[in-house]
């Protein structure tokens, strides 16, 4: 997956899906996971997953079938850092001069924004999600 996905799409857990670079889901559109899915994230090009202002993620896995995020590198080399991870851009109230925060993550500007007034805001929903080797915290 690369690129931006702008309709509704859901991923199966027939496939094992690979994040190309940053991958923005738009236009208010929602990315649906089936319990199970494996989706790994690019190493090279520090694969992402962005969900924008208004778009949704609904990914529910269950006890025996979590979805899992991971790096795309083999098992007995990866580590914090291989890849991007999951950055869910809401658009609620934040406590920030205006109400609406800038994330310095080397998004695309228009979609680098998060907050806003909407007080209703559902990104969607994360239930039995496992994200391993995501990024990790720059001291």
Same mark, same amino acid.
């Given at each position: 997956?690369? !690129?931006?996905i +702008?309709?509704?799409k859901t991923l199966s857990s027939r496939e094992t899906y690979l994040l190309q670079g940053t991958v923005y889901v738009t @236009? *208010?559109? #929602?990315? &649906?996971i089936e319990p199970g899915t494996l989706?790994?994230?690019d190493y090279n090009s520090c694969g992402t997953l962005v969900i924008t202002k208004g778009a949704k993620i609904i990914a529910e896995g269950n006890e025996s079938f979590p979805i899992v995020f991971? +790096?795309? &590198?083999?098992?007995? +080399?990866? &580590?914090?850092g291989d890849w991007g991870g999951i950055i869910i851009m809401g658009e609620a109230p934040v406590n920030t001069f !205006?109400? #609406?925060?800038i994330l310095n993550f080397d998004l695309e500007q228009k979609y680098n924004r998060y907050g !806003? @007034? *909407?007080?209703? +805001? *559902?990104s969607g929903i994360l239930k039995y999600v496992r994200v391993e080797y995501f990024w990790k915290k720059i001291k």
């Open positions: 997956m690369s !690129g931006i +702008s309709e509704d @236009n *208010n559109a #929602v990315l &649906k989706i790994r994230g991971t +790096s795309n &590198k083999d098992s007995y +080399s990866r &580590k914090p !205006g109400g #609406v925060g !806003g @007034n *909407n007080i209703e +805001s *559902n």
